[in-house]
């Protein structure tokens, strides 16, 4: 028995996870520097949040989201505003505010790097035996949905 | 059958890997904002990996790896160095350069704050048998495994 098997199985994901967490966030990265230059990377998650949103999004929204200091989210909003992918629009519920917003160039840009995603994903579990993959869905479900109301 | 089960178990593994990292980054934001105030909570992200750092650590490094412009993590450094939880030291390669080094009281406000994500997994996990609990690690385990040299 190896000293990671001795721990709590509730510790062992612990350890799994965070991997998980910065394999992943290597992976954006590197997918993020290939999709274009003139973005820093980590912007895209931003970008990312702004393409699943229904509606217009405060800046303020954003910095609270990604536990950012709202002076890295306005430098990253006017990043991408400079590049085309978002633009600013007047709050209809406060004149002097105003709300960020995607551009269609903005959205091409997250979809093409989700399906860069999506490619190098299938190319990593290209031996998995779909039975493997489905049962790991399955289980991610369930975990994503306890995650959802933890009691603490 | 639903939307979700026709398509490819890669693609419903993708959305479901998504979620967790959304619900991830918004656990360990939560956390960070609860251990301490005046540190922006993605700076933690930096901070536990200098903690896992064997050496002192370039800033520009650490803004490659975490995919961010080299001001964002100045400032981070910055802010983390007046609150005593990392400081500055003299790179031995480069008399003009310097490298970041955690402290003692970073560490533990590492320590403290991977404990609490700990306790709260714990808690969300409470009504799963520990066999779900292990067999989710172990496919955990092969995913990270596969991740980490993908074939493109």
């Known amino acids: 028995m190896t000293e990671q098997d001795r721990r709590q199985p509730h510790e062992q994901l612990d ?3 965070s991997l998980l967490a910065r394999r992943s966030r290597w992976m954006w990265i590197t997918l ?10 980590a912007a895209y998650g931003l970008l990312a949040t702004l393409s699943d949103a229904d509606d217009d999004v405060r800046g303020g929204d954003l ?20 590049l085309g992918l978002l633009k600013r629009v ?6 002097r505010a105003r709300l960020v917003r995607i551009t269609e160039e903005g959205r091409a840009r997250v979809r093409r790097l989700r399906e ?21 869905v399955e289980l991610l479900k369930r975990l994503n949905s306890s995650l959802e109301t933890p009691e603490r």
């Open 90 to 95: 007047p709050d209809p519920q406060d004149g």
């Open 32 to 41: 993020a520097r290939e999709v274009e230059e003139g973005l820093e990377p």
């Open 15 to 17: 350890s799994e996870l």
């Open 116 to 136: 860069q995603r999506g490619r190098w994903l299938e190319g990593a579990l290209r031996d998995w035996p779909n039975a493997d993959v489905r049962q790991l």
């Open 63 to 82: 910095a609270e989201k990604f536990g950012l200091d709202k002076s890295t989210v306005s430098r990253q909003i006017a990043q991408m505003e400079s």
